[in-house]
């Protein structure tokens, strides 16, 4: 039987990754605030990460928040410090983990509006968003873990049943107010969570793979076409748009940052193409169409 350690596995991801793993065969032990290892203890890590298959750290504070001073430092830390420790861990093992996969985020690209970004040519953007994301994987790189391979995930928005981003879209539809987000040209990369733990796991059997990896469907949708299919998903026949300024005023009143649906987040997950993955839900429509009926029970 093989083990996977899943560290931040209480949110939405890591509660979806812990329960298929778990019904495919797979061992699963947990490193969090609470669970089988705790943060802070680093001993108790090693012991846990000793001669599993594979590590996958999510861990992080969400970033669907204002970016205030502390808020800002509690988004660092929450990924940094969690990443070195989980490093220091690792390089404490007898038989250390096989594939050590790390969060990070497509949002370490530009504002791309030109063309799509991909591992090989695409183009690191500048900001808070994207210091974090290069601070990410920084902090990885850095772990002297020889033994273990490490693959950082640079993973696009992630939808899928009982969370994830389609909730507030399609409560926003339900409220008639699903149209185009700004001009509603910025591109949506997005992937279903179920094709997000396939692509790691098609990863832990290819030994081929190294360096970051873009998670994402390969037809990502402009923000227009996104939102016209989430009301086609919950059968609301309009949406109005919401201009950029009264964007800027909802994010303040619910507590988020306009850049989450302004960025236009183009990014194509060209290594995962490369290596002949194929997606269970290549298409959005299909994935909402999946989400919604999940959702129904």
């Not at 705790?38 to 599993?52: C, P, S």
């Not at 690191?124 to 974090?132: M, P, R, T």
């Not at 185009?180 to 990863?203: C, N, P």
Request: with cysteine; glycine share 12%.
């Amino acid at each position: 039987m093989k083990t996977a350690v899943v560290a931040g596995a209480s949110g939405f991801i890591g509660t979806y990754f812990r329960r298929e793993l778990a019904d495919a065969g797979w061992r699963v032990r947990t490193i969090g605030r609470s669970g089988d290892a705790r943060w802070g203890d680093t001993e108790a890590m090693t012991k846990l990460l000793d001669g599993a298959d594979m590590l996958v750290n999510l861990a992080g504070k969400s970033v669907s928040c204002r970016y205030t001073p502390a808020n800002k430092s509690e988004i660092l830390r929450s990924r940094l410090d969690t990443t070195a420790e989980l490093g220091r861990a690792i390089a404490a093992c007898q038989v250390a983990p096989h594939d050590w996969f790390n969060a990070s985020t497509g949002t370490i690209y530009r504002d791309a509006r030109d063309r799509a970004q991909t591992e090989y040519d695409g183009e690191l953007g500048a900001g808070f968003s994207v210091d974090v994301a290069r601070g990410w994987e920084e902090a990885q790189a850095a772990a002297v873990t020889p033994a273990t391979r490490k693959i950082p995930l640079r993973i696009t928005i992630v939808m899928g049943p009982g969370g994830g981003v389609m909730r507030p879209f399609a409560n926003l539809a339900r409220l008639g107010l699903g149209g185009r987000m700004g001009g509603g040209t910025q591109k949506y990369s997005w992937i279903h969570v179920a094709d997000l733990l396939r692509a790691v796991l098609f990863i832990h059997d290819t030994p081929g793979f190294s360096g970051p990896v873009n998670i994402a469907s390969p037809n990502p949708v402009a923000n227009a076409e996104l939102m016209a299919e989430v009301r086609r998903a919950v059968r609301i026949p309009f949406g109005v748009p919401t201009p950029a300024w009264l964007l800027g005023m909802g994010a303040v009143l619910i507590r988020t940052e306009t850049e989450l649906v302004l960025k236009s987040r183009w990014v194509l997950p060209q290594k995962l193409s490369d290596a002949g993955f194929t997606w269970k839900f290549p298409q959005l429509r299909g994935a909402l169409a999946d989400i919604v009926a999940a959702d129904r029970g």
